[in-house]
């Protein structure tokens, strides 16, 4: 059973900076490496969001509301794969997961708090 846990989250000031890690387990790297990584979002009454993706090749994606300020990367050696976020907003305060998908249903952490305070 695959297993993502994010870490990272805290409580940061507008224009600060945070690193956010989802370590997998339950899985062997090389497998890990053909997944699909993305992070999403949910703030308090919103949707969940994605705000970044990297496949397996590498290529990423953002969401318009953070390109230029947020940066998605990936070791799969380490399993795990990293949002580093710049330039943080109010409007960035949410919850922040880790999915990783392939074929089939997605895997999903648990989440990590970001709250960003004016």
């Known amino acids: 059973q695959v297993q993502l846990v994010e870490s990272g989250g805290g409580l940061v000031q507008a224009g600060e900076s945070l690193r956010l890690s989802c370590a997998a387990s339950?899985?062997?790297?090389?497998?890990?490496?053909?997944?699909?990584v993305s992070w999403y979002r949910q703030a308090p009454g919103h949707q969940r969001e994605v705000v970044a993706a990297?496949?397996?090749?590498?290529?990423?994606n953002y969401a318009d509301s953070v390109k230029g300020r947020f940066t998605i990367s990936r070791d799969n050696a380490k399993k795990q794969a990293y949002l580093q976020m710049s330039s943080l907003k109010p409007e960035d305060t949410a919850v922040y997961y880790c999915?990783?998908?392939?074929?089939?249903?997605?895997?999903w952490g648990k989440g990590t708090l970001v709250t960003v305070s004016s």
């Open positions: 339950g899985i062997i790297s090389s497998i890990f490496s053909i997944y699909t």
């Open positions: 990297i496949t397996r090749g590498g290529t990423t």
């Open positions: 999915s990783a998908s392939y074929v089939g249903m997605p895997y």
